[in-house]
């Protein structure tokens, strides 16, 4: 008989109610960077989520809702907040689905409810091309934010330093935060990134605001044909969607947090993301609308742009994005770490070492700047496979999951919620790539490689 002790201890590891595990197998779950920490708060949720949500994306709204105009921009920015918080909902309540288990990473949750093999095909390439694609379009954003730091502050007319030199420099500071062990010894530099998020939204909207509406403003459709802005919408829905892409890091996020029978880890999770969903909510409603009201359709691509005074001002909101990318960076690679660890120690055989994971996390962070550096409109390449990508794991997986798991009764009230969803993330990965491919063909020609 397992004591009562024991038996909460053992969920609190997120083990089988009775750990078969051998202690080769324990002492490698407690080398990953996923399972080797489980004494989190539910505020490191709270920043965690912040940080995942909230990407430098932020400062493109005003130009997708001058794409959008205002009916569907405010629709699709309010819709897409209610579902997102819906799927995520989901995905904390099936963390702990199975009694005495937990699904620490997404892939985990994927075989439970598709099968072992079929859930890793599905989520794993799905989940690698979000996390990746995003470490590296981290890598050019925080380049190029130097970049206009630099520019913003320098007094003479020396030579200008090439964006190139810039990733790198943001890139070095990756080769020093990659070798940190888990999630929650990211927790300082991710609550920085959080408060760095709130800030430079601040100054955004603030700062639009301080501006007051523009004389000659306008907030009809930019393109001049039919055709152009209909692409340019559904471009711009796509813009949109990937506002909410932190679904692929949730349920790693939530793998940091204790728990007992009597204390499932829901309850902190989902106190976390409350409050990071309000935060959400304060950085985007305000830089969309304000952003758009003030400026109309001669707004830029990033909003820091178009303001350019006071020059001080705008030179420390971009220094804030350089913080808070760095933060989104570590965040989304540790799932990535995990995997290549994972796949080496238990698949390869490898020992768990300093070593290996000094050599492996080493090799991925040179891989992404190495791309950022390549192809430095690697942003404007998201639009295409963002839509493929980001739409299932955030609007349409979970709800899939759902089904599968909880099988709700035919026309209840679930059921019904559930297909919504699924019909307007389908319909979300189908159009956004074709308004992604759209732009990609048009800038084409504005593209430098190693700019």
């Not at 379009?137 to 630099?150: A, D, E, N, P, R």
Request: aromatic share 14%; glycine share 8%; charged share 15%.
């Amino acid at each position: 008989m397992v004591s009562e002790g024991t038996q909460s201890q053992n969920q609190q590891h997120g083990v089988d109610k009775v750990d078969n595990r051998s202690e080769k197998e324990k002492a490698i779950d407690a080398w990953l960077p996923i399972t080797s920490s489980r004494n989190a708060k539910w505020w490191y949720a709270a920043f965690h989520n912040v940080t995942a949500m909230v990407g430098a994306g932020v400062l493109s709204l005003p130009y997708a809702m001058s794409e959008l105009g205002w009916g569907p921009g405010v629709a699709v920015m309010v819709i897409s907040w209610i579902v997102t918080v819906y799927t995520l909902w989901q995905m904390i309540e099936m963390h702990e689905m199975v009694p005495g288990k937990r699904f620490d990473r997404y892939h985990e949750l994927g075989q439970h409810a598709f099968g072992e093999k079929l859930g890793l095909y599905i989520v794993v390439p799905q989940q690698l091309v979000v996390e990746v694609s995003l470490c590296i379009i981290y890598m050019v954003t925080g380049g190029k934010s130097l970049q206009k730091f630099h520019d913003l502050v320098r007094q003479d007319d020396s030579q200008d330093i090439r964006l190139t030199f810039f990733i790198m420099i943001y890139g070095s500071v990756h080769f020093v935060l990659s070798h940190l062990p888990n999630f929650n010894s990211l927790s300082g530099i991710s609550l920085a990134a959080a408060i760095m998020s709130l800030s430079y939204s601040t100054i955004a909207w603030s700062a639009a605001l301080d501006k007051g509406v523009q004389p000659n403003v306008e907030y009809g459709y930019k393109a001049k044909s039919t055709t152009g802005t209909v692409f340019n919408f559904l471009s711009a829905l796509g813009d949109m969607a990937f506002a909410y892409a932190g679904h692929n890091v949730v349920l790693e996020i939530q793998a940091t947090i204790p728990s007992t029978p009597e204390k499932p880890s829901k309850g902190p999770m989902w106190k976390g993301v409350v409050v990071a969903y309000i935060v959400i909510a304060l950085c985007y409603f305000p830089v969309a609308f304000i952003g758009y009201w003030v400026f109309g359709n001669g707004v830029d691509d990033n909003i820091l742009i178009t303001l350019e005074k006071p020059t001080w001002l705008i030179a420390m909101a971009n220094m804030f994005v350089v913080v808070h990318v760095i933060g989104s960076y570590q965040l989304y690679a540790m799932p990535v770490f995990d995997m290549m660890e994972t796949l080496l120690v238990k698949k390869l055989n490898f020992a768990p070492s300093f070593m290996l994971r000094f050599i492996t996390r080493n090799v991925y962070v040179a891989f992404t700047m190495f791309v950022g550096i390549c192809f430095p409109f690697f942003g404007g390449l998201l639009g295409f496979f963002g839509g493929l990508a980001f739409a299932p794991t955030t609007y349409f997986l979970p709800c899939i999951m759902w089904l599968c798991i909880c099988k709700p009764r035919r026309w209840s009230l679930s059921w019904f919620t559930n297909w919504i969803c699924i019909v307007l993330g389908v319909v979300l990965m189908v159009v956004a790539p074709i308004g992604g491919l759209r732009s990609i063909i048009v800038q084409a020609k504005t593209y430098k490689f190693f700019s």
